[in-house]
Structures are given as structure tokens and as C-alpha cells.
């Protein structure tokens, strides 16, 4: 019995530590939580940290899944809140530079457009805002992303090739053969990123 309890504390135990070394979902990170508390180990501070966070920082640009853009995003929104719109812009830029392996990373041009509106930066605003209509067009499935032999396209409702400036940077971030299945018009989809939108219409009403 006594051997019994040893070996299931040492494995309690193993997987507490296993908790430290990877970055869970929001999910995963309370059962890490609790296997840690069993095993009377406190919270790795950068672990406790990220969930305090998403407590007082509840946006839908929220990954729930890496730590790094949930922090940045997350001091941008305070650095708006505080007035301090430059440093919102650094940290809003450094997260969309962070890579994420199953979606595109594009859900923070609306609030990167209002930082730079509110810097004075009128011009890279509205060329930013721009990138957020057209980013949530392709989202929600009103745009494409059309796969050939020469590459990607990305096409308008009336699937026309859009060339513009401001596509550029869209389409490298959000055309390709991972991105492209994240996207669509079901209504689990659109009720989804419907917060998304609302972030980008408010920036619009401000930004012009």
C-alpha cells in the first residue's frame, strides 16, 4: 500500500514538473494547477501570471494558448487604457510577430489602427484599419484565399484578385494551406469572431 502511494506521488509529481516546462491551454493550465497543489508545489511564476492576466484581461484577441502574445497583448490594452498609445503600438506589434503553428496571427490590426490613430500616426492608422476589414473578410468567408500552381490569391466577394498595397501583408499572413482551414461562414464560425468584428467597427468609428 505504502509503495502503491509512493509510486503515485512520484508520478503526480513528474507530471507537475512536465506543467513548468509547456505552455497549456487555458483548460490544461488548471488541470497542471491542481496536480501541482496535490503534490504541494506552488505555481510557476510565469504560469500564474499568464492566468491572472486572462482574469483581468479578457479580449477575444486572446490566444488562450501562448503565454508570449497573451502578455504583450494584454499590456497593450493597459497601455491604451493608460494613454500611453506608443508603448501600446510596440506591443501590439511584437505580439502579431509572434508565430502561431495552427492559425494566422491577424486579430490585433484593429486595435493596432486605433494606437497608432490615437500616436497621431494617421496614415499608417487608416492603412492598418484597412488591413483589419480586409483580414475579417477573409475570416469570416466573404474573401478567399485561392491555392494554384503559382501560388495563393487572394480574391474579393466577386473573386477578383485584390492587389492593393494594404493586401500584401494580409495575404502572407493568412494565404496558405494551414491557415486557410480555419477560416469559413458557419454559424459556430461567425458567432465565434463576432467579437472580433465589433473590436474592428469600433476602431472604425474612431479612425477615419
Given amino acids: ?113 486605433l494606437a497608432y490613430w490615437r500616436a497621431g500616426h494617421v496614415e499608417t492608422a487608416l492603412t492598418t484599419l484597412e488591413k483589419a476589414r480586409l483580414s475579417l473578410n477573409l475570416l469570416i468567408g466573404v474573401y478567399t484565399c485561392l491555392e494554384t500552381d503559382q501560388g495563393f490569391q487572394f480574391l474579393d466577394d466577386r473573386g477578383v484578385e485584390i492587389n492593393r498595397p494594404e493586401a500584401v501583408e494580409v495575404k502572407r499572413r493568412m494565404c496558405d494551406a494551414i491557415a486557410i482551414d480555419y477560416y469559413g461562414t458557419s454559424l459556430y464560425s461567425i458567432v465565434r469572431h463576432a467579437k472580433l468584428v465589433q473590436v474592428y467597427l469600433e476602431a472604425r468609428d474612431v479612425v477615419h
Fill in 1 to 113: 500500500m505504502n509503495f502503491m502511494r509512493l509510486r503515485w506521488h512520484q508520478g503526480l509529481a513528474a507530471y507537475a514538473r512536465s506543467v513548468r516546462r509547456q505552455a497549456f491551454s487555458k483548460s490544461a493550465r488548471v488541470v497542471g494547477a491542481i496536480a501541482l497543489l496535490a503534490v504541494g508545489l506552488p505555481l510557476p511564476g510565469a504560469e500564474a501570471q499568464v492566468v491572472q492576466q486572462e482574469e483581468s484581461c479578457d479580449v477575444p484577441e486572446l490566444s488562450r494558448e501562448y503565454p508570449q502574445y497573451d502578455t504583450l497583448v494584454c499590456e497593450g490594452v493597459t497601455a491604451m487604457a493608460t494613454g500611453e498609445f506608443q508603448a501600446a503600438i510596440n506591443y501590439f506589434e511584437r505580439a502579431m510577430d509572434v508565430r502561431f503553428h495552427e492559425y494566422p496571427n491577424f486579430q490585433l490590426f484593429s486595435r493596432l489602427a
